[in-house]
């Protein structure tokens, strides 16, 4: 099981995020343990370990907090949720996986992590 970090300062958003998560274990057996953090300080503070963030942009800073948790662990996948476009240079200069947009498109996310599920499950450095 992969663990997920949803820190968003939207909580319709995360809310949303988690119902994603939840059905996809439904759907395809348990593949995700997941965590929502209320803010960026929280997260970074949490001794959790966690193989995939998802972070907003706007309230949190997710492009300083993507940083701070990548040089922690250079395998983590980061996902990005915001309706703030013009980070979006940035998010893919720090090595984003995928930079989703609001409204959320659930398929989208859900396709998202299946991918970022496989790519970690495939890496010879999981364990």
């Known amino acids: 099981m992969m663990n997920i970090a949803i820190c968003n300062g939207d909580a319709q958003c995360s809310r949303q995020i988690e119902d994603v998560i939840k059905s996809i274990n439904a759907e395809f057996g348990d593949k995700f343990d997941f965590r929502t953090f209320p803010d960026a300080r929280s997260l970074s503070n949490s001794e959790w370990h966690f193989d995939i963030a998802i972070l907003g942009i706007g309230k949190v800073d997710g492009i300083r907090l993507a940083q701070s948790l990548q ?57």
């Open 71 to 127: 040089k922690a662990d250079s395998h983590l996948i980061t996902l990005f949720v915001t309706s703030h476009y013009e980070h979006l240079d940035s998010a893919f200069e720090i090595g984003a996986f995928r930079f989703l947009s609001k409204p959320l498109d659930t398929e989208r996310l859900t396709d998202s992590l299946l991918r970022a599920y496989d790519k970690i499950k495939n890496s010879s450095d999981f364990i």
